[in-house]
């Protein structure tokens, strides 16, 4: 049977590179058949937001790879609601890319996997 | 002297305002900036808008939006600036 | 007796999680326990640097990481993207980007993120230095 | 999964200890062992005891204290462990 | 007439190199004649506990320079009565190098600097 | 016209405040103010490695640095304690500690931190980057 690993973004983009480097052991995590979970909670909601230009500042951009993750097969993209909600965030401002979830089915989400990963 | 409180950091809004005086100004930066929507404003609270455009946050803030050439400004308006880490 | 692996993230030069990493992997190796890799990521590939340089009387982390690996046979692996970035370089990778010199410690291996991967599969425990 | 939390960043306590189920535990190290002064215990809650004596903290705390040799049975004795960082 | 410095100590000690770090630069200031203020809030009152132990991972202490502050003729040593309070910490249990002070207090001393740095 | 000094914390490679620092210090150029010097402290003395080494496509911390000083005519100061801490070191400072290899940047000087003090009281203003 295939491992599970859950990878949790839980701070704002570009401010560090939190985001970008767990996005790149995801995809890894991909290939090798494991099954990804990327949960969004916190600030790392802000992740999620379209329409990031942080080229303006000569940072890379890395928002874009959250749109391809189902193309590397991860297909569990879970964002809390109560995050969103606590800071006044609608979801019709994030990349149509994760479904809205809630703390007890990212909590179940996280108790379940083999790994778990934050940066 | 007055005083020109640069935050980067969103986990130190409550001690940085704690230190602030009636004469003081706040600047958002960087991870910060997030707060200019979580946070109320006030006459006197600035958030750096090259830094909401590259989180795409710049429609939803209701905060007195400051660029760069207004920070370097701000530096020179105020007496000194505090960077609170 | 159990396999574990190491996942270390932190800044060796401004956070404890080094000092708590090699703390950890110094029990578990007395306890009988064995160490398959010890995977560097993000700001913990700081450490592969051989020019590292603390004051003469402070604890080095670079060679308090390498005498463990011999000692006791495991492999110390930063992630190469990540450390090319940082400067963390060798011989091979200065060659291909025309940069003079080169940093990395005999010790450690630059390798790809496959190697933290392949060590989360092989080994009983994964536990991460953050 | 019984997991084991290990939190060394004081102020991410409120979030992980959100995502905790009844069976988890949880270690604070490092900088996160202040903790043990300011917040109440549970059964399963957990302080490193090298880390308070590094810090001058040893006799404070009401915390369960666990040292080094524990910290590893722990991550043997729970399913996983989890670095909230 | 001599330019003044407010070094604020907000962090814990030992997970993070922000108190080392920051006394290097009030000893180098005072050593250029400067007016120097040192200011502990929030966990930086961890800074100031006594018995501080932290060579027993291996690690430097830097706890016995907060005693020579007085020595390089730093005399504007604060702690806050609010945050030591805060953190159900008696005033017994730190070194004798620190007065006792207030939010009030040291905002004003941060006010009057001509240059504060934090790390 | 005013006459700044930046004083840089900020780790280059996983945090913001080095681009920070060199966007504001192209504003404040652009007005036609001057710098007198940027000191590097903490983990900003990491940016003064030649052998960092981003993904091509992206900007160079470094090199924009060392561009930026040689145009404007003023200087990059990395703190030597630190730096030395950090496995930043120049040819002298490697001979003195048998340490083979150096990897400074020719931009950049590695002195002591009384080059900061110095910058405080001979700028009009001091804009920290951490």
């Known amino acids: 049977m295939s491992k599970s690993l859950a990878i949790i973004f839980n701070k704002a983009p570009y401010g560090n590179q939190s985001g970008r480097e767990l996005l790149d052991i995801a995809l890894m995590a991909a290939a090798f058949d494991m099954e990804i979970s990327a949960l969004f909670i916190g600030d790392g909601v802000y992740q999620l937001l379209t329409n990031q230009q942080p080229d303006i500042l000569h940072m890379k951009n890395h928002s874009s790879t959250y749109k391809a993750l189902e193309l590397y097969g991860i297909e569990t993209v879970l964002v809390s609601s109560e995050d969103l909600e606590q800071r006044r965030l609608s979801e019709s401002r994030l990349m149509p890319v994760s479904s809205l979830s809630n703390h007890k089915q990212i909590n179940k989400t996280i108790a379940e996997s083999d790994f778990v990963f934050m940066l | 002297m007055k005083t020109l409180y640069i935050l980067n950091n969103p986990q130190l809004f409550e001690q940085c305002t704690l230190a602030m005086g009636t004469q003081d100004a706040l600047l958002l930066i960087e991870d910060a900036v997030v707060l200019s929507e979580q946070q109320s404003s006030d006459e006197n609270h600035f958030v750096l808008e090259e830094d909401l455009i590259a989180r795409g946050l710049n429609s939803g803030s209701s905060w007195n939006k400051k660029n760069y050439n207004e920070f370097v400004a701000l530096t020179l308006e105020y007496n000194k600036s505090v960077s609170w880490l | ?130």
Chains 1, 5 share one sequence.
Request: aromatic fraction near 8%; include cysteine; hydrophobic fraction near 45%.
């Open chain 3, 1 to 130: 007796m159990a396999t574990f692996s190491l996942l270390v993230t932190a800044n060796p030069h401004s956070s404890q999680g080094q000092f708590s990493a090699i703390q950890f992997a110094k029990t578990l190796l007395h306890q009988g326990h064995v160490i398959k890799r010890v995977f560097f990521y993000a700001d913990g590939v700081l450490v592969a640097s051989r020019l590292n340089c603390p004051p003469s009387d402070e604890y080095n982390l670079t060679k308090t990481w390498a005498k463990l690996a011999i000692t006791h046979d495991f492999e110390l692996t930063a992630c190469v993207t990540v450390a090319m970035k940082r400067g963390i370089i060798n011989a091979t990778e200065a060659d291909r980007n025309a940069l003079t010199g080169e940093n990395i410690d005999p010790a450690f291996e630059i390798s790809g993120l496959g190697q933290l991967t392949e060590a989360m599969l092989e080994s009983d425990r994964l536990v991460t230095f953050g």
